[in-house]
């Protein structure tokens, strides 16, 4: 079974999306947090790849299971094992071909550059 998944989190204390075996990753979190509840490992794909401190709202992400769950108690299970800075936003099963990069219609980019003389406090992570 496809299972598609709507993530957000803050890069902040990540290597970026990807795996690495240097850093943490949100991926391998992602992957640890969705094996505990499917009881098997996990390997995910994401819509896109994130470079280290970037935070996403919308990552749209697949992976394909061999247990059967109810959307509720994929996402309820999945954010009980995530940490606090990564969270599923929505679940949904989704047909055998999806695949979360190449059946993506689009992709939005935000950018923002902070242009003053003294840092900002409280958008030090952003």
Known sequence: MRIAL???YDGTGYAGWQVQSHAPSVQGALNAAIAAVAY????TLAAGRTDAGVHATAQVVHFDAR?????????????SNLPPDI?????RPVAAGFHARHS??????TYLVWCAPVRPALARHR
């Open 40 to 43: 098997h490992p996990v390997s």
């Open 87 to 91: 969270a599923v936003r929505w679940v």
């Open 6 to 8: 709507g993530l957000e």
């Open 104 to 109: 993506a219609l689009a992709r939005t980019y």
């Open 67 to 79: 247990v059967e769950r109810s959307g509720r108690s994929w996402l309820l299970g999945i954010n």
